[in-house]
């Protein structure tokens, strides 16, 4: 299966800030990413579909300006928490859908905003 | 959207005891996914059984899909401590879902040595 990658792994930031996780598929060129999030002992919640060369699509409820995702390329999806809240505190992990049903997990980044 | 539910939410047995885990979901599939998460990591795929298949085998895991109930389980045999984890079970919805997929809540697994 495809190698996913997460960078950064965690992070702490000040409430009002802005960061910037990055997905990168290692071995596979991928059309489409998911991003999820997920709150602690709870499920994943899909946020957004992210697909190469045009917008992201939002699920609903999620804010489109609030968590900004960038896929510019088959290699590299990025999602930006902007002006993060201690809300948005979370563990957020991408996934590579590599066209044979089965989706491809990162790591996850742990989200921290004081 | 729909989101799957497991039972038991928490399960603790002792290594070599085997390990049933429950999933039901509210609407149509094309399939449905188990996956295993450790504390604090990432997602892994364990196993996937499609809409039309009943029952599927992988090394320790064994899955089955009950569609008429919109239930599946997934049994892990001979357990060891190793597979202490947080089970996940997830759909595909048919219909034009562009292969999104909905978690259920988890089952923590507790395997004692």
């Known amino acids: 299966g495809a190698v996913v990658s997460q960078h950064p792994s965690w992070v702490i930031c000040k409430s009002g800030t802005s960061v910037k996780i990055e997905c990168r598929s290692l071995d596979f060129q991928a059309t489409t990413m998911f991003w999820y999030r997920q709150f602690p002992k709870q499920s994943l919640m899909l946020m957004a579909t992210s697909n190469e060369g045009s917008k992201a699509t939002y699920e609903q409820g999620v804010e489109k300006d609030k968590f900004l995702i960038n896929h510019a390329s088959l290699t590299l999806s990025t999602l930006t928490v902007t002006s993060a809240h201690p809300e948005d505190s979370s563990f957020y992990i991408c996934?590579?859908?590599?066209?044979?049903?089965?989706?491809?997990f990162g790591p996850g980044t742990r989200l921290l905003v004081l | 959207s729909q989101q799957g539910e497991e039972d038991p939410q928490a399960l603790s047995i002792q290594e070599g005891e085997n390990a049933t885990m429950n999933c039901s979901y509210k609407?149509?599939?094309?399939?449905l996914q188990w996956y295993r998460q450790n504390s604090g990591r990432g997602l892994v795929h364990l196993i996937l059984i499609r809409s039309n298949e009943r029952e599927k085998h992988s090394g320790r895991l064994r899955v089955t899909l009950d569609t008429s109930k919109k239930s599946s389980s997934l049994l892990i045999t001979a357990s060891r401590a190793a597979d202490t984890a947080s089970y996940f079970c997830a759909t595909e919805g048919s219909g034009g879902s562009n292969y999104k997929l909905t978690f259920g809540k988890g089952t923590l697994l507790t395997v004692n040595p």
């Open positions: 609407t149509s599939i094309n399939n």
């Open positions: 996934s590579v859908f590599q066209g044979q049903e089965t989706q491809y």
